[in-house]
């Protein structure tokens, strides 16, 4: 169990480092819009602005929740783990090499966020009315386009920060293709919802890409920065990897037994949603006949579930072992995720040996 | 005035080319997606291929139109045009370092036009339903998310053909640049639906936007792989946005007064659509009072407009000489376009001499 304080700490490592350069990323661009004659760009980098959390829907600034950061945070800890700071650069120039991409992979994230909540409908995310919910759809479609594009427009400053081109060319590259590995998992993901037929390894899969490819791909773009040890960087990938199942899982574990309000969860919360999380997929594969036959039932129709019917689905999770299964599958990938820290070469380097420490710190709070 | 024979010898030159290279960019991706225990990723890449004509809904192959392919075709000519040629290899070779490139650029047109769709709630696109009429909006809007990711993927192919890492960051960089002024564009244009003051500069920055900077775009990049000398690469740019704005001009006219079935427009189709482009745009500002009025509530009124006030429309834009407004305007980017070609630095090599003649046809073309 890691203490909250630990957490915390490392979390708000880079936040404020993390913050600048991506409030510069959007200042710049929207600077880049206006010209004479142009229309107004606020709206445009205005929406932007205010789904990160930092201006309300008339674009005047608030003190909002910025959000925890943990795939440009994850970024810049393997980049210090695979060796960065042994360039002999000051402190200041050598996080200033990586703050590009650290911004890409949030933008990125981002910008899935902006068009998972038209998919899905939400009309809510962190207490706050979405993108669509105020702008419309096609507007929020095209903002989302916008903050992609951006994402990888910002990732070429690396250049600029004096990175050779062949790295550069690296890192757009695994970019891109975790990306594309994300889609993917969203497209299984959309499909899944008028399916069910879903399977525990199908659900697995389509978490590995929405989920744990962008994880990997941002602890992977921190070492391609940090190192040209080909060893360093696959076990950074594969440490961002797991953690991404593991996060994932994790995420499922809460939506249906987290009990307290501390977690900002409503229990059972996934069950009322009738989220096709691993819980129930786990059950359904393991459930009596009887059993399989309510939850299906209840997973279908057309109206909300009864408190009853929640009680009697997590009585079924207890039949079916479900909650027990769910801690050792979560367990096994922070297992992974030690195992690959343990293997990232040694350098006699307090900066690496720092990074390596607040991984350590993420693996523990993910998995108590 | 060009004869068709010409134009479409011209836009067919590189026809078979970039449909193997599309091909194969989404055959690959689709490849790369299958693993054990895997969704099946057929209907997220079929999707990407209904869209480009090749499949019909059941992802069974069909003769279709795969579209002009009018920004592939610019950045392979800009390619030649800026010396490709010369390199030494053979024919084959040196188109195939382009290719990756020219797959991109009409991945990245194509992703936007999906979006488009859903945005302008367009039911069918070259006489087929719409990709969202068919998978609905979530998929849709995520498939086209995914031909965005997959245009950046595939770019980086020029690094295995041979091209220098520093050149393809430059690519990428012009390429995201350009996607993020698109996205502007479509914000505006979006944002111009709901309006009634929109003046033609601002439309003009709108479409300088929305499809100049594409096109600029697709020319630089060909000028960017064929050669290191700064004037050819920006003037074949500049020859390229020039085209962009001609050939968004030139649709408006035929939105408005082309007559013959032959062109595939429905007379005054613009007027019926209420499409705020240049020739209302340029009544707007010049017409009389009682006529701008009557525009104004023409262009805003709940129920279809009926023949006689697109006829009253047609004789205001008649009193506003509109048609000789948007005929000159095209004339001056044509100019442009040809003082564009003409200022290309000189090359003694009968590929570039083609690629430039090629080049003045698609002028004679837009400006016909």
Excluded at 1 to 25: G, H
Excluded at 47 to 70: C, E, I, R, T
Excluded at 99 to 117: G, S
Excluded at 226 to 254: C, H, K, N, P
Aim: glycine share 6%; with cysteine.
């Amino acid at each position: 169990m890691t203490s909250k304080p630990a957490i915390q700490s490392t979390l708000r490592r880079y936040q404020s480092e993390i913050l600048t350069a991506l409030r510069r990323s959007i200042e710049r661009a929207k600077d880049a819009a206006i010209h004479p004659g142009a229309g107004d760009p606020t709206p445009f980098y205005g929406q932007m602005q205010y789904h990160l959390g930092w201006v309300d829907a008339s674009f005047s600034p608030v003190a909002g929740n910025a959000g925890k950061l943990w795939r440009p945070t994850l970024l810049l800890l393997a980049y210090e783990a695979a060796g960065a700071a042994n360039t002999g650069s000051d402190n200041a120039h050598y996080l200033r090499c990586a703050l590009p991409a650290a911004v890409a992979v949030e933008l990125t994230h981002n910008f899935t966020l902006i068009h998972d909540d038209i998919e899905d409908r939400d009309a809510e995310r962190r207490h706050r009315p979405t993108l669509w919910n105020i702008w419309g759809i096609p507007q929020s479609i095209n903002t989302g386009d916008g903050m992609f594009a951006l994402a990888r427009l910002t990732l070429w400053e690396v250049v600029e920060e004096g990175l050779e081109p062949a790295i550069a060319v690296r890192l757009g590259a695994v970019l891109d293709r975790a990306c594309l590995v994300l889609v993917e998992g969203q497209h299984l993901d959309i499909s899944f919802e008028t399916r069910d037929d879903i399977s525990v390894s199908m659900y697995v899969d389509m978490i590995s890409r929405k989920t744990a490819a962008l994880m990997g791909c941002a602890a992977e773009m921190g070492a391609l920065l940090g190192t040209r040890d080909q060893e360093t960087i696959d076990r950074l990938r594969s440490f961002g990897y797991a953690m991404g199942i593991a996060f994932q899982v994790r995420d499922d574990i809460l939506g249906v037994w987290a009990s307290t309000e501390e977690l900002g969860k409503t229990p059972a919360g996934d069950i009322y949603r009738r989220k096709k999380s691993l819980p129930v997929l786990h059950a359904l594969e393991h459930a009596s006949a009887p059993d399989r036959q309510f939850l299906r039932q209840a997973y279908s129709q057309e109206v909300p579930l009864t408190s009853a019917q929640v009680e009697e689905a997590l009585a079924i999770f207890e039949r079916t072992h479900t909650k027990a299964y769910c801690r050792s599958y979560l367990a096994e990938h922070c297992r992974l995720a030690h195992e690959s820290l343990a293997n990232v070469p040694h350098l006699s380097n307090p900066v690496a040996a720092r990074a390596l420490d607040d991984m350590e710190t993420l693996v523990h709070f993910v998995e108590s």
